[in-house]
C-alpha cells in the first residue's frame, strides 16, 4: 500500500507560479507511474501531467510549456512546476501513483489563481 501526502497549493495571481509536491510512503518500489490531475467545479478530473517510472513524462495540451512534472531521485516523492499560471488553471489537484497493487489517490490541494 501507499500512502500520499500533497502540499503546496494556495493564491497565486494570473502569471505566478507555485510548486506542488507529493510524497509517497509505504511500499513505494513497486510505484510505475505518479501523477497529477485536477479538478475544477462543475467538470470531470482530468489529468495534467505523469512520469513514469522510467522518467516518461506526458502533459495534457493546455499546460505544456508551462507546467512541468518531475520526481526525486528516490522516486517516493513527485512535484508539479506550475508557471504562467492563468485563472482557467484554478482548480482541486491531486496526486495520483499508479502501483502494482492498483491506483491511490492524495487528498487534493486546493490552486486558486486570481487577481
Known amino acids: 500500500q501507499v500512502q500520499l501526502v500533497e502540499s503546496g497549493g494556495g493564491l497565486v495571481q494570473p502569471g505566478g507560479s507555485l510548486r506542488l509536491s507529493c510524497a509517497a510512503s509505504g511500499s513505494i518500489f513497486s510505484i510505475n507511474a505518479m501523477g497529477w490531475y485536477r479538478q475544477a467545479p462543475g467538470k470531470q478530473r482530468e489529468l495534467v501531467a505523469q512520469i513514469t517510472s522510467g522518467g516518461t513524462t506526458i502533459y495534457t495540451d493546455s499546460v505544456k510549456g508551462r507546467f512541468a512534472i518531475s520526481r526525486d531521485n528516490g522516486r517516493s516523492t513527485v512535484y508539479l512546476q506550475m508557471n504562467s499560471l492563468k485563472p482557467e488553471d484554478t482548480a482541486v489537484y491531486f496526486c495520483?501513483?499508479?502501483?502494482?497493487?492498483?491506483?491511490?489517490w492524495g487528498q487534493g490541494t486546493q490552486v486558486t489563481v486570481s487577481s
Open positions: 495520483k501513483v499508479l502501483h502494482v497493487s492498483g491506483a491511490y
